[in-house]
Every structure is written in C-alpha cells, then in structure tokens.
C-alpha cells in the first residue's frame, strides 16, 4: 500500500538511489528515508499550494490588498502551528522511542497528554484572535481597509486554531511509528478540500476573505476527526494496519509524560515561534518599502513554503528514525542514519531550487494573473533569493530532527533565533534605511537558513545529543495504558 507510485516518491528515491551509488548515503536508508519523507513531502506541497492558492484567489477575486491582509493575518495563524508543532515536537520524540522499544503501552498515555497540553495551550489563543482581529492586524499596518479584510479573515481563523494544533500531533503520531503514508492521505486530502471548499466560498458565493477563512477552519475540523478516528480504531480504510489503537478515554495529565513533553518540546516551541514574531517586524519593516514590495514578498513567501516542503519530509524522517534507533539502544545507528538523511536532504533541496528558479516569474505571475503587475519582478527576485536560501535550509532542518529526537532541542531554538533576531532582521532594517535598499531583504532571507544551519550542524557534530536521548527513553518496564 506504501509503494504506490507517484512522482514525489519517485524523483526523492531516485536521488536518493543516486547518492547511493556514487557511495554517499546507505542504499537501504535512502530507502526507509524515502517512504517516511516523502508522504510528509507530498503533505506539504498540498499545504503549502493550499496556502498559495488562497492567496491567488483573493487576490483575484478582491485585489491585492487582500493579498497584504491575508499576510498581515498570516503571523497570527501561524502561532497555531508553533505552538501545535512544538509540542508535537515532545510528542514525537516520545512516540517514536517508545515504538522503537517496543513500549506499547506508554503510547497511550504520550498521546492523550499531549492533546491535553495543545488544547490547554491553543484554545486561549483562538479567543484572543476571534475578539481582537482588527487591533491585532493594526500593529502591522494603518490602512483601513487592509485592516478591515485582514480582521475578517483572522476573527473566522479564530475558531480553526485549536484544530490546527491537534492536526500536527495527530501526523506527528502516526510518522513516529513508522507510518507516514496515513497522515499523507489525510492531510492532504484535507488540503484538496479545502481548495474546493474555498473556490466555492469564495467565487461561487462571493464570500471574499471570509469564505478562504470558512474553508480552511473547515479542513482543519475534518482532518482531525479522521486522525482520532483512526487512532481509537488502529487504521483507517484505505491504509495500513497501524498496529496500536489508543484509549481516548484514560487519563490525560500524567506528571511525567507532561515534564518530558515540555522539557522537549518547549524549545521547539521557541524555535518556531521565532519566525513566527519576527513576521511582525519583518513584514513591518518589508511595508517601508511598500504595498508593491510587501505583495511581491508576500507572493514570494508562499512559493517558499512549498520549496521548504522536503524539509518536513527529511527533518521528520530523521526524528522517526534516529529516535526508533534510540530507542532501541544503537546510538550508531541513529547517527548513520542522521548522516544519511542530511546529505540527502541537501541533494533534493538543491534539485528543487533549480527547478523553481527557471519558472520563478511565471509563477509569480500566476498570483496576479498580470505580467506586467510591479509586484511580479519583485516577487521574481525573491524567489531567486529562496532559491539560494534552500540549501542551507536543508542542512537546518535535518540536524534539526536527530536532535529533536533525542531531546536536545534547545539548540535549534537558539540557532534561529540567533539567526533571525542578530541577522536577519538588522540586514531588513538596513535595507529599508540605507543606501542597501532592497538588497538588504535579500540579504535577510537567506541570512535566516545560512546561520541556524552552521549553528545546528555544529550541535550536531559534537554527538552531545545522543547523551541527552538517554534522558528521555522509555523505562524497561512498559507502564499500563
């Protein structure tokens, strides 16, 4: 069921296979490596295209300062993920080595706290957008009218936040058990939907921002009931047996568990919320230059979520298969495995940056469905700068996911906010203020992969997180679920 064929798999495998021979990377592990990245990889293009087709929709459908309040709004969503994803960063450390260990029964528990954990954190949030849409989106920006679609969009975004969050445990669940085929189908079939569901809303129904908001709340609420399905039931249909089912009525606050879970994912929090605060000053800073920049940037960012998507394959593959071989007690295996999957994430970001730089204007021009829009040899340049970008971004996220998987994740959390807050966003401010111009922005974009990753592989190389593993491996005696 796993070995369906599709051009994702087969172009990451034939990399894969090539580093292989020319005696780079083990064969057999750029197998494995492959059939957990590449359903992750598969997920994130039918996100982030999601998140690129909404863009492209409202900007067609209402014009582009649509386009900048639907960016402004952006950096608020994106706490949902931070938060959702740093903890499922516990999550995942936890699952996977305690699947490596064969420690059935202490998934369970790992489960249901880390639901308990995202709620506890997200719902506060969701309240917080729905009741001040409009005074959060005026921090970035004084036109009224951007304020008001922005607020529309976020204030419905609201009510999806709590989803969101539980989405990224419930995936993050299933790859640290060796099944990265199941949340590939849900996830992005939850994408496909969502595209549909906003196509409808917002050009059938004339529902503007507010229809893309309704159709991504609603993909979000379908998605996480089929994972709770298939978790309470061992499988989905369609997919294989996953081999545990999980008793969502036990208890949900186990001290322990909930200590492992912050001491782990707390950092990856951070780590990801760097990005997501520096969007306010970033994008503050970007407006400077304005709206024709600030659309261009915007544009830009969505091509880069989608050139970015490898690294949620192989940084996800990495946390999966170091922490099963953790756990297990091969602490040279984890790190061959680590090895591996760093090197093969550097060759498929590199064939990705190539092909996304000779198509980069089209592509830009397909958001405002005008070549001759001055936003488009802006958005153009800064996919050339994504393009540069992307191979120090794969050696970031793959050092990243041994060391989540062992626990060490203070490290990355320092490497990007040493990155973004001392580089990035002082190259930004140059930029806007000096005779740097709009260099300065390119600068920026690839200072924030460039730093994290010389900063992570450094972490890497010293094997100081192997220690640390030890640290939060299952105990020898598997508790009752």
Partial sequence: MRRVPNPVRLVVLWIGLALARAGLISGERARRTTELAWPRILTG????????????????????????????????????????????GGTIALVSQRYGADAHGELGQAIRTSVALVLAVTVPV???????????????????????????????LAFGVP???????????????????????VRAGGAVANVVGNA???????????????GTVAANVLVTTAFAVGLAAGRLPGTGDLGVSVRFAGRYVDRGVL???????LPVVGRNLVWTVAKFPMLAIVGLFGPTVVAGYVIARRIWGIMNTPGWGFGLAASSLVGQELGGEDERAAEAYA???????????????????????PIAIAFVGDAGDPSVPVATAFVYAACVASIPQAVKGATAGPLDASGDTRWPFYSQAVGMFAVALPLAY?????????AGLYLSFVAETAVPAAINYRRFATGKWKAISREFRPDAVPADD
Avoid: Q
Avoid at 163 to 184: C, E, K, Q
Avoid at 430 to 438: E, F, V, W
């Fill in 339 to 361: 090895r591996d999957v760093i090197r093969f994430s550097v060759a498929t970001y590199a064939v990705a940056a190539v092909a996304i730089g000779l198509f980069a204007r």
């Fill in 126 to 156: 969701a309240v917080a957008f729905y009741l001040f849409p409009a005074d959060l989106i005026g921090v970035m920006s004084d036109d009224a009218r951007t304020i008001r679609l922005g607020a529309d969009y976020l204030r419905v």
């Fill in 163 to 185: 989803f969101a969050g539980l989405n990224l445990v419930g995936s993050r669940i299933y790859i640290g058990m060796d099944d990265a085929y199941t949340p590939m189908l």
């Fill in 45 to 88: 293009i039918a996100r982030m295209s999601k998140n690129a087709v909404d863009v492209a929709m409202v900007g067609l459908a209402v014009g582009p300062l649509a386009i900048a309040g639907v960016g402004f709004a952006t950096p608020y969503w994106g706490i949902a993920f931070s938060l959702g994803g740093g903890f499922a």
């Fill in 200 to 214: 409808v809303l917002i050009f059938g129904l004339g529902m503007g921002v507010v229809g893309a908001a309704l």
């Fill in 430 to 438: 140059l930029g806007a203020t000096t005779a740097l111009g709009i």
């Fill in 259 to 265: 200590r492992d879970l912050f001491d782990i994912g």
